[in-house]
Each structure stands twice: as structure tokens, then as C-alpha cells.
């Protein structure tokens, strides 16, 4: 099962350990999480570093006028690889 998790929740946040926990636990499974980091989201790109591969909205950085260094696993990405991420998944949640 394809499962996309998107984080739209700053740190210090549930969310965050929520999401990890899920990509975990469908990885675990055999199942292939997928996660989108958007809003406030993108914030958390070090906590998905060297866990899962993950892709950020990099309007949101911009609007932030945040440039994070490259991290392993996390990929800049926009709202047409959301759609396609959507589009191919079984299942969606968002946080």
C-alpha cells in the first residue's frame, strides 16, 4: 500500500512524532510511505534526515526565506509532486 503523510505542522508539534511514528510503522508493514512536508512543515526536514525520504514545498522555504542545507533523503519539491504523490496513493493524511 502507498501511503502519503503530509506535515503541515511546525516543531514542537505532535505532528512530527506522529508522522514518524506512521512511516514507521507502514515501513515495518512492508508498505511504502511517502511524505510531503508543506506550511510550517518544512521546518522538520532534519528530523525526516537519515530516517525517510521525504520531499518540502520549496515555496514554503522561500516564503520563509529559509535555505536549509541539503539533507540527506529530503528532496525540494512543489504542489505538482503532491498531486502526482496523491494521485498514486491508496491512502493520504495529513498532519
Do not use: Y
Not at 26 to 54: K, M, Q, R, Y
Not at 79 to 92: H, P, S
Amino acid at each position: 500500500m502507498k501511503l502519503v503523510l503530509i506535515l503541515t505542522a511546525g516543531p514542537r508539534r505532535d505532528g512530527v512524532e506522529t508522522v514518524l511514528a506512521l512511516a514507521a510503522a507502514a515501513a515495518d508493514l512492508g508498505h511504502t510511505p511517502s511524505i510531503f512536508l508543506v506550511g510550517d512543515g518544512v521546518l522538520n526536514a532534519p528530523a525526516f534526515s537519515g530516517h525517510f525520504e521525504a520531499t518540502l514545498c520549496d515555496a514554503d522555504l522561500r516564503w520563509r526565506q529559509s535555505q536549509p542545507v541539503e539533507l540527506p533523503g529530503i528532496r525540494r519539491g512543489n504542489l505538482a509532486d503532491l498531486a502526482r504523490m496523491v494521485r498514486d496513493a491508496d491512502k493520504v493524511l495529513a498532519f
